[in-house]
Protein backbone atom coordinates (compact mmCIF):
# COMPACT_ATOMS: atom_id res chain seq x y z
CA UNK A 1 0.00 0.00 0.00
CA UNK A 2 0.92 3.24 -1.18
CA UNK A 3 1.75 5.72 1.89
CA UNK A 4 0.23 9.36 1.62
CA UNK A 5 3.26 11.80 0.91
CA UNK A 6 3.22 12.95 5.10
CA UNK A 7 3.52 9.55 6.24
CA UNK A 8 6.53 8.63 3.46
CA UNK A 9 8.07 11.51 4.72
CA UNK A 10 7.89 11.10 8.65
CA UNK A 11 9.01 7.80 7.99
CA UNK A 12 12.22 9.18 6.29
CA UNK A 13 12.69 11.19 9.18
CA UNK A 14 12.65 8.67 11.66
CA UNK A 15 14.83 5.76 9.87
CA UNK A 16 17.69 8.02 10.40
CA UNK A 17 17.21 7.91 14.35
CA UNK A 18 19.33 5.06 15.84
CA UNK A 19 18.30 5.62 19.51
CA UNK A 20 15.21 6.53 21.56
CA UNK A 21 16.61 9.55 22.56
CA UNK A 22 16.75 10.62 19.15
CA UNK A 23 13.26 9.44 17.98
CA UNK A 24 11.68 11.05 21.44
CA UNK A 25 13.57 14.47 19.94
CA UNK A 26 11.91 14.37 16.53
CA UNK A 27 8.75 12.81 18.13
CA UNK A 28 8.77 16.18 19.92
CA UNK A 29 9.01 18.13 16.93
CA UNK A 30 6.50 16.70 14.68
CA UNK A 31 3.87 17.14 17.65
CA UNK A 32 5.19 20.72 17.15
CA UNK A 33 4.15 20.65 13.55
CA UNK A 34 0.80 19.93 14.53
CA UNK A 35 -2.03 22.53 13.75
CA UNK A 36 -3.78 23.92 16.91
CA UNK A 37 -7.74 24.09 17.25
CA UNK A 38 -9.15 27.01 17.63
CA UNK A 39 -11.16 26.68 21.57
CA UNK A 40 -14.44 26.38 20.02
CA UNK A 41 -13.22 23.22 18.57
CA UNK A 42 -11.91 21.65 22.18
CA UNK A 43 -15.43 20.96 22.70
CA UNK A 44 -16.77 18.04 24.44
CA UNK A 45 -18.60 16.88 21.32
CA UNK A 46 -14.78 16.65 19.90
CA UNK A 47 -13.33 15.05 22.80
CA UNK A 48 -12.01 11.33 22.24
CA UNK A 49 -13.08 8.82 24.84
CA UNK A 50 -10.71 6.25 26.07
CA UNK A 51 -7.40 8.90 25.97
CA UNK A 52 -6.10 9.49 29.95
CA UNK A 53 -5.29 13.09 28.38
CA UNK A 54 -7.48 15.34 26.60
CA UNK A 55 -7.58 15.06 22.93
CA UNK A 56 -9.75 16.47 20.68
CA UNK A 57 -10.65 15.39 17.03
CA UNK A 58 -12.01 17.27 14.11
CA UNK A 59 -12.34 15.45 10.43
CA UNK A 60 -13.52 16.74 7.07
CA UNK A 61 -14.50 15.16 4.21
CA UNK A 62 -12.83 16.14 0.83
CA UNK A 63 -14.61 14.57 -2.20
CA UNK A 64 -14.15 10.95 -0.96
CA UNK A 65 -11.00 11.55 1.34
CA UNK A 66 -10.95 12.18 4.77
CA UNK A 67 -8.98 14.64 6.99
CA UNK A 68 -8.42 15.09 10.20
CA UNK A 69 -7.17 17.99 12.57
CA UNK A 70 -6.19 17.20 16.60
CA UNK A 71 -5.41 19.02 20.03
CA UNK A 72 -4.00 17.92 23.26
CA UNK A 73 -2.31 19.31 26.22
CA UNK A 74 0.76 16.20 26.45
CA UNK A 75 3.82 16.92 24.82
CA UNK A 76 4.34 13.28 23.65
CA UNK A 77 1.30 12.42 22.82
CA UNK A 78 1.11 15.47 20.53
CA UNK A 79 3.88 13.97 18.45
CA UNK A 80 1.83 10.56 18.50
CA UNK A 81 -0.65 12.55 17.13
CA UNK A 82 0.97 13.74 14.31
CA UNK A 83 2.23 10.93 13.41
CA UNK A 84 -1.21 9.40 13.31
CA UNK A 85 -2.50 12.29 11.49
CA UNK A 86 0.53 12.09 8.63
CA UNK A 87 -0.66 8.35 8.33
CA UNK A 88 -4.51 9.29 7.79
CA UNK A 89 -4.95 12.20 6.46
CA UNK A 90 -6.04 12.28 2.56
CA UNK A 91 -6.98 8.28 2.90
CA UNK A 92 -10.80 7.35 1.32
CA UNK A 93 -13.25 5.74 3.78
CA UNK A 94 -12.50 2.47 2.71
CA UNK A 95 -8.74 2.72 3.45
CA UNK A 96 -9.29 4.51 6.33
CA UNK A 97 -12.04 2.00 8.09
CA UNK A 98 -8.99 -0.91 6.94
CA UNK A 99 -6.55 0.45 8.82
CA UNK A 100 -4.03 -1.07 11.31
CA UNK A 101 -1.72 1.49 13.27
CA UNK A 102 0.36 -1.45 15.14
CA UNK A 103 2.86 -1.63 11.96
CA UNK A 104 3.15 2.23 11.19
CA UNK A 105 4.12 2.99 14.66
CA UNK A 106 6.53 -0.50 14.16
CA UNK A 107 7.96 1.25 10.84
CA UNK A 108 8.60 4.16 12.62
CA UNK A 109 10.43 2.42 15.42
CA UNK A 110 7.59 3.51 18.29
CA UNK A 111 5.83 0.57 19.12
CA UNK A 112 8.09 -1.05 22.02
CA UNK A 113 8.47 2.12 23.40
CA UNK A 114 4.85 3.06 23.81
CA UNK A 115 2.88 2.56 27.16
CA UNK A 116 -0.52 0.43 27.29
CA UNK A 117 -1.96 3.54 28.21
CA UNK A 118 -0.88 5.35 25.07
CA UNK A 119 -1.95 2.55 22.79
CA UNK A 120 -5.28 2.50 24.09
CA UNK A 121 -5.27 6.47 23.53
CA UNK A 122 -4.21 6.16 20.12
CA UNK A 123 -6.57 3.35 19.26
CA UNK A 124 -9.29 5.46 20.83
CA UNK A 125 -8.72 8.06 18.15
CA UNK A 126 -8.53 5.70 15.66
CA UNK A 127 -11.57 4.56 16.31
CA UNK A 128 -13.03 7.37 16.24
CA UNK A 129 -11.65 8.70 12.90
CA UNK A 130 -13.01 4.85 11.97
CA UNK A 131 -16.62 6.31 13.18
CA UNK A 132 -16.64 10.24 11.91
CA UNK A 133 -15.68 8.37 8.39
CA UNK A 134 -18.51 5.86 8.59
CA UNK A 135 -20.62 5.50 5.01
Known amino acids: ????????????????CTSWEAR????????ERLAPLALEEQTEANQVQGCESQVWLVGERRGARWYF?????????????ALLLARVNGLDGARLQALDLGPWFSELGLQRQLTPSRTNGLSAVLKQ???????
Open 1 to 16: MTLPPDAAAALARFAD
Open 69 to 81: RAATDARLLRGLL
Open 129 to 135: MKATAQP
Open 24 to 31: ARLLMQEG
